[in-house]
């Protein structure tokens, strides 16, 4: 348990609506990332974070923005949401470490649902 | 680029039954492996992990061993259990980086009493 939690852990939206979900993590760690789960796609990378302010897009970034304002706190953003967005998200860290040390742990995920 | 691909499922075995999930891998470099499990509803949970050519990673009863030459990292257990049943993710790390990892798209398992 790297203690992330996430927030809310379910959601109902209408399309065209501004969504924003939480990612918590207690442990202090420098990178966080948000994925999507899709059926026969996996996991895939929206945006993660490697410090205060400072983020990158993954593969699947058009209509997801994140802040990250604080260490603890990675906030995802759909800022008007489509039904092609209905996913369960999840958050994770990566541990620091030596180059091929590192690891990801995730958090308990989001299920979003938008009609 | 870095891509991980893992044999399609689902997968359905009895109790007791040998278990293998294929796992390959392309990677610009050598990047460490990891096997997760997911339980339905929660998030994935490193299962195991191996850093290097040859290394074996092991964790209740799993084991994957880091193959160079094949570009492999198959998930063997010998007697599986109702309480594996669960999804299983190959995935690798950047080994240029190890800021950014690649997941194949899951394995569903289903162990039958």
Known sequence: DAGITQS???KVTETGTPVTLRCHQTENH????????????GLRLIHYSYGVKDTDKGEVSDGYSVSRSKTEDFLLTLESATSSQTSVYFCAIKTSGALGFHEQYFGPGTRLTVT | GNSVTQMEGPVTLSEEAFLTINCTYTATGYPSLF???QYPGEGLQLLLKATKADDKGSNKGFEATYRKETTSFHLEKGSVQVSDSAVYFCALSDPKTGNQFYF?????LTVIP
Request: aromatic fraction near 26%; hydrophobic fraction near 15%.
């Open chain 1, 8 to 10: 809310p852990r379910h």
């Open chain 1, 30 to 41: 420098r990178y966080m990332y948000w994925y999507r789960q899709d059926p026969g796609h």
């Open chain 2, 35 to 37: 096997w997760y499990v």
């Open chain 2, 104 to 108: 194949g798209t899951g394995t569903s």
